[in-house]
């Protein structure tokens, strides 16, 4: 069991940046793949980043590639996702997951066991 709690609740201007973090507790972080999903209101939620278990493979949606960087911190049962040049249509609520499939490409909510709370980042235009 994985549980995870997203911090980094933010207001930024258009162009600015910000970093989430997605701390895990529990045991085998290090065995699970890690995602964020973002939902802004009246949409589904959607995929935008994610990260082999070894740190190796990333994966990112076509509308953040180039501006947001997904890591982890195994030491630190710690995934992160740093956003720049955020422009206003970012503006949603985060969420960060955990996953234990070893497909290589994991953009899919089904694809996911664990999830957190979610965390809202709101960009000003």
């Known amino acids: 069991q994985v549980q995870l709690v997203e911090s980094g609740v933010g207001l930024v201007q258009a162009g600015g940046s910000l970093r989430l973090s997605c701390a895990a507790s529990?045991?085998?972080?290090?065995?699970?793949?890690m995602g964020w999903f973002r939902q802004a209101p009246g949409m589904e939620r959607g995929f935008v980043a994610s990260i082999a278990r070894n740190g190796a493979s990333k994966y990112y949606a076509d509308s953040v590639k180039g501006r947001f960087t997904i890591s982890r911190d195994d030491a630190k049962n710690t995934a992160y996702l740093q956003m720049n040049s955020l422009k206003p249509e970012d503006t949603a609520v985060y969420y960060c997951a955990a996953t234990r499939s070893w497909r290589t490409v994991v953009d899919r909510n089904h694809d996911y066991d664990y999830w957190g709370q979610g965390t809202q980042v709101t960009v000003s235009s």
């Open positions: 529990g045991r085998g972080f290090s065995t699970v793949g």
